[in-house]
């Protein structure tokens, strides 16, 4: 099964760009990550699906556009540009595996972003 | 207003029973497939249990199969969580989740604000 590893924590100041890493395992290159964000006291929240070619989908609602994604090897990357102090949380990717018979999903141990 | 509220968390002793809920409102339920997914305080997060729209498809995770039954009501909007034989490794807020279905799998659109669970004697 897929397993995703991403650093424990990111800092960057208002108003830079910061860029956060979510890597699969040896065997899973081709798989699909979705970001989620999780904002203190809150609920997680839905970013995007991103695969090797960049964005799956559609954004999750509200998420604006200083958000993107891009996809290389077993790395999956979110990118938040002109970073706000509403930004800040803890940022986790996840995957699920599997078909009919047998399903498994698994998230990352996440990503703590502050906002200096 | 397009929302998942969950319910029925609170501290329980080793061993017993709990039974959680999650009203869905907003939106056709019976539409989508539904996520449990438990949140330890202060650690990350870990897939519970995954059921298909008319429960034909449903799956655990490693450390409550067997423990744990996901069931929904489709007439009603609700997803439920039944939990037995806990233990205090089951501590942590649990979550319903909406799953949106695409050719790569599932992801989870729609997040409740979660239900505190506490295995404590």
């Known amino acids: 099964q897929p397993f995703l590893s991403q650093p424990p924590s990111a800092s960057a100041s208002l108003g830079a760009s910061v860029t956060l890493t979510c890597t699969l395992n040896s065997g899973y290159s081709n798989y699909k990550v979705d970001w989620y964000q999780q904002r203190p006291g809150k609920g997680p929240r839905f970013v995007m699906r991103?695969?090797?070619?960049?964005?799956?989908?559609s954004k999750g609602h509200g998420i604006p556009d200083r958000f993107s994604v891009l996809g290389s090897g077993l790395n999956r990357f979110l990118t938040i540009k002109n970073l706000q102090l509403e930004d800040e949380g803890d940022y986790y990717c996840g995957a699920d595996h599997g078909g009919v018979s047998k399903f498994v999903a698994v998230f990352g141990a996440g990503t703590k972003l502050t906002v200096l | 207003q397009v929302q998942l509220e969950e319910s029925g968390g609170g501290v329980v002793q080793p061993g017993t029973s709990l039974r959680l809920s999650c009203a869905a409102s907003?939106?056709?339920?019976?539409?989508?497939?539904m996520y449990w997914v438990r949140q330890t305080p202060g650690r990350g997060l870990e897939w519970v249990a995954t059921?298909?729209?008319?429960?034909?498809?449903?799956y655990y995770g490693d450390s409550v199969r067997g423990r744990f039954t996901v069931s929904r009501d489709n007439s009603r909007g609700i997803l439920y969580l039944e939990m037995s034989d806990l233990r205090g490794e089951d501590t942590a807020i649990y979550y319903c989740a909406r799953a949106m279905r695409d050719s790569s799998g599932f992801f989870c659109d729609l997040w409740g604000q979660g239900t505190l669970v506490t295995v404590s004697s």
């Open positions: 991103v695969g090797t070619g960049g964005i799956v989908g």
């Open positions: 907003g939106f056709d339920f019976d539409e989508y497939a």
């Open positions: 059921i298909s729209n008319h429960e034909v498809n449903i």
